[in-house]
Nanobody, 116 residues
Framework: QVQLVESGGGLVQPGGSLRLSCAAS????????MSWYRQAPGKERELVAD????????NYADSVKGRFTISRDNVKKTVYLQMNSLNAEDTGVYYC?????????WGKGTLVTVSS
């Protein structure tokens, strides 16, 4: 079955950087678009970035444009989120997501806390 396992979260100071990874298994990774979502405390889950199956097309939420970069390695079956210039508003649980065969597939998330 589809498995998405996020890693790389943690505590970082404002202005710092983190790189999240999402390791995928159980499906043909290279033919599906992938996304990163996040959920801040007390807020709804929101789309952060997505990337096409081949990696040639990306989209970002306005709040992270110019600071975050989504990428993927179809050989390693992994999608990444490089996060720079982090601020307190970036705090939350970050989830990996893909939609396959009309079904939503989510990882369990990794917590990112931006605080001094």
């Amino acid at each position: 079955q589809v498995q998405l396992v996020e890693s790389g979260g943690g505590l970082v100071q404002p202005g710092g950087s983190l790189r999240l990874s999402c390791a995928a298994s159980g499906f043909t990774f290279s033919v599906y678009a992938m996304s990163w979502y996040r959920q801040a405390p007390g807020k709804e889950r929101e789309l952060v970035a997505d990337i096409s199956s081949g990696g040639g097309s990306t989209n970002y939420a306005d709040s992270v444009k110019g600071r975050f970069t989504i990428s993927r390695d179809n050989v390693k079956k992994t999608v990444y989120l490089q996060m720079n210039s982090l601020n307190a508003e970036d705090t939350g649980v970050y989830y990996c997501y893909t939609r396959r065969r009309a079904m939503d597939n989510w990882g369990k998330g990794t917590l990112v806390t931006v605080s001094s």
